[in-house]
Nanobody, 125 residues
């Protein structure tokens, strides 16, 4: 299993931007799809975005489409989530996960292989 660590969260004003990073520290993520999920207070975990191992395919939840961009740099063993035009409803703990089925598990929302500990994003004025 991959060991994953998220970073980049914090407090941001509505309309602002943040970039989250997820670094794999024990194994290469070259052959894994990757995904970003979030869990808001009192809510269930939901998929935000997914990216295939070679970036050929991506998926975005309808709530973030057009505002968030997922990308990866396999040479740095890192996956990113660029978040623009942030809204208060984006407030959540964001965490990344690896997908041995490239992107299929991520899109379905279950069956992921490894998870990071999460990073808190708070969107508030």
């Amino acid at each position: 299993q991959l060991q994953l660590a998220e970073s980049g969260g914090g407090l941001v004003q509505p309309g602002g931007s943040m970039r989250l990073s997820c670094v794999a520290s024990e194994f290469s993520l070259d052959y894994y799809g990757m995904g970003w999920f979030r869990q808001a207070p009192g809510k269930e975990r939901e998929v935000v975005s997914c990216i295939s191992s070679t970036s050929d395919n991506t998926y975005y939840a309808a709530s973030v489409k057009g505002r968030f961009t997922i990308s990866r740099d396999n040479a740095k063993n890192t996956v990113y989530l660029q978040m623009d035009s942030l809204k208060p409803e984006d407030t959540a703990v964001y965490f990344c996960g690896s997908d041995a089925q490239d992107i299929r598990s991520c899109v379905l929302g279950f069956g992921m292989d490894s998870w990071g500990k999460g990073t808190l994003v708070t969107v508030s004025s």
